[in-house]
């Protein structure tokens, strides 16, 4: 085998590392977007996108809006590069009160803010933090 086809596999093998590490945008939706601001992060929180190794997450920020009106912070983004929205939007905080076995009680925290997000091929694949990217 030449050293070029040697690079090429090598390359493949890089590329799908890098596909299964990073987020997409589906898993951002289910994680980040909640069409209601009269969410129970009791009951949200209790589902399995976020209990990793058996182990409530300690934050979770959801964004009160639509898929669409999310979408468009990364419009004309290929990426992959962090964004700050235009626009503020209504933010649900879901506070680990606890660290006990899984369900977790959860507090809640609202406030409005600018979101930094991670697009890739114009999409957002990442929450980064509220506020403005660093
Ligand atoms: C949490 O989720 C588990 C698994 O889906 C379910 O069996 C349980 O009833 C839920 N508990 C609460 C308090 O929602
Ligand atoms: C986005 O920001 C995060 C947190 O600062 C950083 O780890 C990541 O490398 C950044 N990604 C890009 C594509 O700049």
Redesign the pocket.
């Given at each position: 085998m030449c050293a070029k086809s040697l690079l090429l596999v090598f390359g493949i093998l890089l590329g799908l590392s890098h596909l299964s590490l990073s987020q997409d945008w589906p898993t951002f939706q289910r994680k980040h977007i909640t069409s209601t601001s009269s969410i129970d992060c009791?009951?949200v929180m209790?589902?399995?996108l976020f209990i990793i190794r058996g182990t409530c997450k300690e934050v979770n920020t959801f964004i009160v809006s639509t898929a669409a009106t999310v979408q468009d912070i990364c419009s004309g983004v290929p990426g992959p590069s962090n964004v700050t929205s235009s626009t503020n939007f209504e933010l649900i905080d879901c506070i680990r009160r606890s660290e006990v076995p899984?369900?977790c009680p959860y507090n809640s925290n609202s406030e409005n803010n600018v979101i930094c997000v991670t697009c890739e091929r114009t999409l957002p694949v990442h929450f980064v933090r509220k506020g403005r990217c660093p």
């Open positions: 009791n009951t209790n589902n399995s899984p369900p």
